[in-house]
């Protein structure tokens, strides 16, 4: 049996979404900048895909740039944002548990002279409002926040956060990373004080190498691709109409059916978290379950080391993360498990396991199994 449990990683596309792809890359494959009917075909797969994401989010279509994925989108978001308004301020606030994605260019940005106020997070990895309300002053041009923690799930309250800022310094601008959040939360930055939001394709059954940044029609922002003048001059480059396409139909598929999804989500989540529990010496890591995102669970199995436990669940067919897929290649610890609290044990063999709407009970039975069965050789082993 195979259990496939890092969909926090990447997902599978949608069979609707691999055909759409093929079509626009095989029969509807013209350059949406060409005047003749080619053109015009693919031209209208961008603006339907905008509109499609736009609808989910009640925001308006021209509001949706698309990008080369989550990266980009938030180092467009931080980079383009802080360039354009470092006349009214210099410093700018976010968490000590953003993904390198908003950690790396927010360093970047402190080489050229910002400051950079990073506040730090509980035992169960969410944040302040108290601490965020003093951090903000009137030279604050931006806060940046991840809606979703990629590695241990903490859900932060967004919505909440917006209204601080707004009415801490109304000129101050939000970003939310919400690249595990987009399609599987239901998110309106008009009514949440969300100024910019990233989000990315193949987190939501969508292709690789394909997101999209939400830019509020306020916002003050550099672009940072220049070149041919696409989307209206803000992102310069030929529009990747087959990664558009798929985008926005995985969005349109992810929204429609987003309660069952959650459900089934919340069923696997504590399943798996009830079935651990029965395990000696395992900690999970984050908020508690009604609170936390219900498709990560992140678990310190005490005494083993997390790519050992990752390699000998993957020659059983189970497959999991030994941390932020973007990340885990590296031996540095991990800064989010750092900063709320973990030690250096608890990171060593940290695994996360995160889910979809297609992962099944008997994954997850079939996942307990093993553990149940590998994990007391794998600690006789390292006694030795």
């Excluded at 399609?183 to 969508?206: E, F, N, Q």
């Excluded at 609290?341 to 992962?359: D, H, P, Y």
Aim: charged share 20%; glycine share 8%; with cysteine.
């Amino acid at each position: 049996m195979e259990a496939y449990l890092d969909n926090s990683a990447t997902t599978c596309c949608y069979p609707e979404v691999r055909d759409i792809v093929i079509k626009t890359m095989m029969e509807d494959y013209g350059n949406p900048s060409s005047m003749h009917l080619k053109g015009v075909e693919a031209e209208r797969y961008l603006k339907q895909s905008a509109a499609a994401i736009a609808r989910t989010m009640r925001v308006q279509e021209k509001d949706i740039y698309f990008t080369s994925g989550g990266t980009e989108s938030n180092n467009w978001a931080l980079m383009g944002t802080a360039l354009a308004n470092r006349r009214s301020g210099r410093h700018i606030v976010t968490s000590s548990i953003e993904h390198p994605a908003v950690s790396a260019p927010l360093e970047a940005l402190e080489e050229q002279g910002f400051t950079v106020t990073r506040l730090g997070v509980q035992r169960d990895g969410s944040i302040s409002l108290a601490e965020l309300e003093a951090a903000i002053t009137e030279e604050t041009i931006l806060v940046s926040i991840m809606y979703v923690n990629n590695e241990i799930g903490t859900v932060q309250p967004i919505s909440e956060i917006g209204q601080l800022i707004k009415k801490k310094n109304p000129r101050t601008l939000f970003h939310v990373d919400a690249i595990q959040a987009y399609g599987k939360y239901r998110i309106y930055p008009k009514s949440m004080k969300i100024d910019l939001l990233s989000a990315s394709g193949h987190k939501i059954h969508g292709p690789k190498g394909v997101g999209f940044l939400y830019i509020g029609e306020k916002v003050k922002i550099h672009p940072m691709i220049l070149g041919g003048g696409q989307q209206k001059g803000m992102r310069s480059g030929t529009d990747n109409v087959p990664g558009a396409a798929g985008l926005g139909l995985a969005a349109e598929l992810m929204y429609k059916n987003l309660d069952a999804y959650i459900e089934h989500m919340k069923a696997l989540r504590h399943q798996l978290s009830a079935g651990l529990s029965g395990i000696e010496n395992v900690i999970i890591h984050g908020q508690d379950e009604e609170e936390s995102a219900p498709y990560i669970l992140n678990a310190s199995f005490m005494g083993i080391r997390s790519e050992v436990l990752l390699h000998t669940l993957e020659d059983r067919g189970i497959y999991v993360s030994a941390g932020s897929a973007c990340s885990s290649h590296k031996r540095a610890g991990s800064p989010t498990l750092t900063a709320i609290g973990c030690s250096k044990a608890e990171m060593e063999s940290a695994v996360r396991f995160s889910f979809s709407e297609s992962t099944t009970e008997e994954e997850i039975e079939y996942t307990l199994q093993v553990l149940k069965e590998v994990i007391p050789a794998l600690r006789k082993y390292t006694r030795r």
